[in-house]
């Protein structure tokens, strides 16, 4: 089966107590929510932490579609409850449009 990787970033307010609940919160994600990331062709999702930057690297099968994955979460009471709870931690980039969360990332090198 073939993946895709796509990679993004998303900031945490700098505040080292709601830094570390956010990461409590990552360790002992809903189960709803993983219903939801594996459901829409997502098969790997990787966090990473340094200071208050995220980031993020999601590997989909051909089947995902970004604008399905969104469409299923907006439908989805549970998944809408989780981002309302992390939206508290969160904090767009600087050139973020308004309410836009994890920005997708440029692939800009690659080594085999």
């Known amino acids: 089966m073939k ?3 796509h990679c993004f970033a998303l900031d945490l307010i700098n505040d080292a ?13 809903w189960p709803e929510i ?7 062709g997502i098969v790997g999702l990787d966090i990473y932490l340094v200071e208050n ?3 993020m690297i999601m590997e989909v099968t051909e089947r995902f579609s970004f604008k399905a994955k969104a469409e ?3 439908a ?4 809408q409850e989780w981002e309302t709870l992390m939206w508290k931690y969160q904090k767009a980039l600087p050139t ?5 969360k994890w920005r ?3 692939h800009i090198f690659h080594f085999d």
């Open 76 to 79: 989805n009471e549970k998944v």
């Open 96 to 100: 973020s449009k308004p309410n836009e």
């Open 3 to 5: 993946t895709y990787r």
């Open 34 to 40: 993983i219903k939801s990331i594996k459901d829409c």
């Open 104 to 106: 997708l990332m440029e």
């Open 17 to 29: 107590e709601m830094i570390l609940a956010y990461k409590k919160h990552h360790e002992r994600v």
């Open 53 to 55: 930057r995220l980031f």
């Open 72 to 74: 299923a979460d907006l």
